[in-house]
């Protein structure tokens, strides 16, 4: 198959309106979307991808008119952070309307919505006229795609559609909050930190494995987000002798030597970069890349969980 690519929200809206798979950006990676009422297209995703069929997907939405065909209810948890963080980079669970197929919740009775905030995602989302169900765009196991470039390096010929945009501005996934309970726990720390929902429900609770590195949300228990190298975490870089067949990221500055560096301003840097600093390190066969631990706070919550499944995949 040829895959076409295009800045173009409306065209690649076409093919997704005619059943193909189309990749898009959004604020956090990238997304490779179908139409969530054509099941043949959804089961495209699966094959696509290589993503075992037990992981079930986000449908993205533009407007919440469009939540009662997806939802069977919107309780009062949901509701709540609804209206503090939509359109953004955060997930809800909610009770499965039965008109979404068990294909794209894996059979689970319930479903995760999200509404993205990026322009170019918003009005793809629109052009579509349906929702869209949507993985990150990378092959299963494979780090996040962060540019249109590393959706093309792993989904070449096996798409219909990549519509271009920039590098994502987050980098790193949504935040997935199951609402479904009475207090609402976090199944996936991302780009909206746990210090954020508490403002809203101070009781909010992080599953156990959340953040931790091992599984819970039905996805977080397969090889996630890992280079070809190795990844290791460190604590300071100057534990670490240089060499060129490594490769360095964190906050600090490490000593000349490292065959690939990247010196983050900030935990939004380090976020923004890493999965595309994975890349950056497989493409010069760098073997080992050391990563250097953040605090478990705020955005470092989440790339302490990343930094760990990809170094124990
Ligand atoms: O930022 C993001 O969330 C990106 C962009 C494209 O929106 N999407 C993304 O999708 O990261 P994916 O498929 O790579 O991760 C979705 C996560 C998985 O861990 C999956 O198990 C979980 O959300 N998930 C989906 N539906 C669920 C459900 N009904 N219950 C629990 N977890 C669910
Ligand atoms: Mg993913």
């Known amino acids: 198959m040829k895959t076409l690519i295009t800045d173009s929200p409306r065209l690649a809206a076409h093919y997704l ?42 449908i993205h939405i533009t407007s919440v008119r469009e939540l009662p065909m997806l939802v069977r209810s919107v309780p009062p948890v949901a509701q ?29 009775p319930t479903v995760a919505v999200r509404m993205p905030r990026h322009p170019t995602t918003q009005k793809f989302l629109r052009a579509c006229r349906t929702p869209v169900a949507a993985p990150s765009a990378n092959r299963s196991g494979r780090p996040s795609p962060t540019t249109w470039q590393a959706v093309r390096d792993d989904l070449d010929g096996r798409i219909d559609c990549i519509l271009k945009g920039g590098p994502t501005r987050v980098g790193l996934e949504s ?42 949300s039905p996805g977080l228990k397969y090889r996630h987000y890992a280079p070809e190298a190795k990844i290791r975490i460190i604590d ?59 605090p478990k706070r705020g955005l470092g919550l989440a790339i302490m969980d990343r930094l760990e499944r990809a170094a124990h995949p």
């Open 236 to 294: 300071t870089p100057a534990q670490i002798h240089p060499v060129k067949s490594a490769g360095y990221i964190g906050l600090r500055s490490p000593s000349e030597g490292f065959g690939e560096v990247k010196i983050c301003s900030s935990l939004a840097d380090y976020a923004r970069v890493f999965f595309h600093f994975f890349r950056v390190c497989d493409r010069k066969k760098i073997r080992t890349i050391y990563c250097e631990r953040v």
């Open 175 to 216: 935040t997935v909050v199951d609402c479904t309970r009475k207090v609402p726990v976090i199944l996936r720390t991302g780009a909206i930190t746990l210090e954020e929902i508490q403002k809203i429900h101070p009781g909010v609770k992080l599953a156990r494995h959340a953040g931790t590195g091992s599984p819970k």
């Open 17 to 58: 309106t005619r059943g193909g798979l189309v990749a898009f950006p959004t604020e956090t990676v990238y997304g490779l979307g179908a139409d969530v009422f054509n099941e043949k297209a959804i089961r495209k995703i699966f094959t696509a991808k290589g993503r075992p069929i037990d992981n079930p997907l986000i």
């Open 80 to 108: 709540q952070l609804v209206d503090a963080f939509f359109p953004g980079p955060l997930t809800i669970i909610f009770p499965r309307h039965k008109g979404v197929s068990p294909l794209v919740t894996a059979g689970l």
